[in-house]
Nanobody, 117 residues
Framework: QVQLVESGGGLVQAGGSLRLSCAAS????????MGWYRQAPGKQRELVAT???????IYVASVKGRFRISRDNDKGTVSLEMNKLKPEDTAVYYC???????????WGQGTQVTVSS
């Protein structure tokens, strides 16, 4: 059973920064993609950023230039550096891991990020 544990959420003023981290209970070498999604109240969960096994990142347009995703296969972690935060970034952020070979799609329990105006 793969477990993902997020940390680093909190309350920050607009323009501030936060760093989210996600630790996996197993090796993430086999995970094709690791990523972050978010869900705001009353909205569907949406992709924020993903990173491939080879380290190639993909960002949703609204966070490009402000967020940076990174992955450490040795430590089994994926992080999301969030800068210039906006109130519309307020959401519960979820860590995700996908193993295409085994068909695994794993989620963390989420961490709240609140950006005040």
């Amino acid at each position: 059973q793969v477990q993902l544990v997020e940390s680093g959420g909190g309350l920050v003023q607009a323009g501030g920064s936060l760093r989210l981290s996600c630790a996996a209970s197993v090796s993430i070498f086999s995970m094709n993609t690791m990523g972050w999604y978010r869900q705001a109240p009353g909205k569907q969960r949406e992709l924020v950023a993903t990173i491939t096994k080879g380290g190639h990142p993909i960002y949703v347009a609204s966070v490009k230039g402000r967020f940076r995703i990174s992955r450490d296969n040795d430590k089994g972690t994926v992080s999301l550096e969030m800068n210039k935060l906006k109130p519309e970034d307020t959401a519960v952020y979820y860590c995700n891991a996908r193993d295409l070979k085994l068909g695994g799609n794993y989620w963390g329990q989420g961490t709240q990020v609140t950006v005040s105006s």
